[in-house]
């Protein structure tokens, strides 16, 4: 019996040691997304609180590098290139850093998005884009913003400002998005009909899946015909064929794409060409 009392407060030790306390954070995680034109934006970040606290100029000292939030850095996600003041921004993750002043901030997006904080060294040339900003007064609230706020404000096709709002400040990030040069790009392929790519991805689907072999080979021959030099294309139109009882049209296919698979130094396909050459016989 004392054996069995020893391990059950050995067992509720364990446990307890194992257990993890759930608590509020004193700044919430919070994740916010706007899909502007056509890019997709995502702002990650931490919200402090006011409590009471005089924030910029004090908590959030002036002229001084500030992660932007709190805990882990803040992270903005573009899916597209996008145009931030007078520089650009390629597609991806960025840290947002600012540099608070009571009547601009400058604001810069990193290039190393890890850790928490700002750096223990600056590193100019992970900056990857900043501009300065003007800061507005929000004097005419009632109540000042408690929590620290990112919002995307003035969306439109082309760009959308990025809002950042604590206390009673404000401070508006403007950027561009490529939504006209994507659009027109998507109008004249569209419009140009489908791609050597897509009639040879349904040819070969059909091929598979056994299904109707005439429009399979419609497919295929047009595929190839925009592009003579594809010796996969070719080699799916000599399957094609094959699959079909066409075996003249076959190993002519089969040989076309032997002889393109060869001047690209494609080992693989020169074997598989010549190995359904030797089953039709064709060599």
Do not use: C
């Amino acid at each position: 019996m004392k054996k069995l009392l020893i391990l059950a407060i050995a067992f509720i030790a364990s446990s307890s040691l194992q257990a993890q306390i759930q608590a509020p954070q004193p700044s919430p995680f919070s994740t916010v997304m706007q899909r502007v034109g056509l890019t997709d934006v995502t702002v990650e970040y931490s919200r402090p609180s006011m409590r009471g606290r005089t924030i910029f100029g004090n908590l959030v000292p002036y002229d001084k590098i500030w992660r932007t939030g709190a805990n882990a850095r803040t992270k903005i996600t573009f899916s597209t290139d996008v145009t931030v003041g007078d520089g650009s921004l390629k597609a991806g993750s960025y840290a947002i850093f600012t540099k608070p002043n009571a009547s601009y901030w400058d604001v810069y997006f990193y290039t190393d998005t890890a850790g928490g904080g700002t750096p223990q060294e600056w590193d100019e040339s992970k900056v990857a884009a900043q501009i300065r900003v003007n800061t507005m007064s929000m004097e005419a609230m009632e109540m000042p913003v408690e929590t620290f706020t990112i919002t995307f404000d003035d969306v439109h096709n082309s760009g959308a400002t990025i809002g950042m709002m604590w206390e009673k400040i404000y401070v508006g990030v403007p950027f561009m998005v490529p939504s006209k040069e994507m659009t027109v790009q998507s109008i004249e392929a569209v419009m140009a009909g489908p791609s050597a790519n897509d009639y040879f991805s349904a040819a070969t689907f059909y091929l598979d899946e056994g299904m109707d072999l005439q429009k399979a080979k419609q497919w295929i021959d047009k595929a190839v015909s925009m592009n003579e030099n594809a010796f996969w294309m070719m080699r799916a139109q000599s399957l094609i064929y094959a699959k079909m009882g066409d075996k003249k049209g076959a190993i002519e296919a089969a040989k076309r794409s032997l002889a393109s698979a060869k001047a690209a130094n494609n080992a693989d396909y020169v074997k598989m060409n010549e190995d359904s050459l030797k089953e039709w016989g064709g060599m």
